[in-house]
């Protein structure tokens, strides 16, 4: 079983900073591959970003702007998300694919308003 906790969101202006934090239960490295995905109202899930041992990956629309990155020593996905646009409101979810399974966390919401 992996738990997946979010949490960092919240409402920002415009231009602004959020990193959103995702914790693991156990060991993060045993995980091949985890990845950030935003759902907006209305809107299908989609992937905003990917880390393996191969490197990152993002979609043109974030491209530039955020970043994922895991931590060994507490356990933690990151997404630094820098120059927010009100396109990139959403509840964003953790991901990882383990043992046949996938998991996801419960989301933590992003507002990117003035």
């Known amino acids: 079983q992996v738990q997946l906790v979010e949490s960092g969101g919240g409402l920002v202006q415009p231009g602004g900073s959020l990193r959103l934090s995702c914790a693991t239960s156990?060991?993060?490295?045993?995980?091949?591959?985890m990845a950030w995905y935003r759902q907006a109202p209305g809107k299908q899930r989609e992937l905003v970003a990917h880390?393996?041992?191969?490197?990152?990956n993002y979609p043109e629309s974030v491209k530039g702007r955020f970043t994922i990155s895991r931590d060994r020593a507490d356990n933690t996905l990151y997404l630094q998300m820098n120059s927010l646009k009100s396109e990139d409101t959403a509840i964003y979810y953790c991901?990882?694919?383990?043992?046949?399974?996938?998991?996801w966390g419960q989301g933590t919401q992003v507002t990117v308003s003035s």
């Open positions: 880390i393996s041992s191969g490197g990152t």
């Open positions: 156990g060991s993060i490295f045993r995980f091949n591959a």
């Open positions: 991901n990882v694919a383990h043992m046949g399974f996938m998991y």
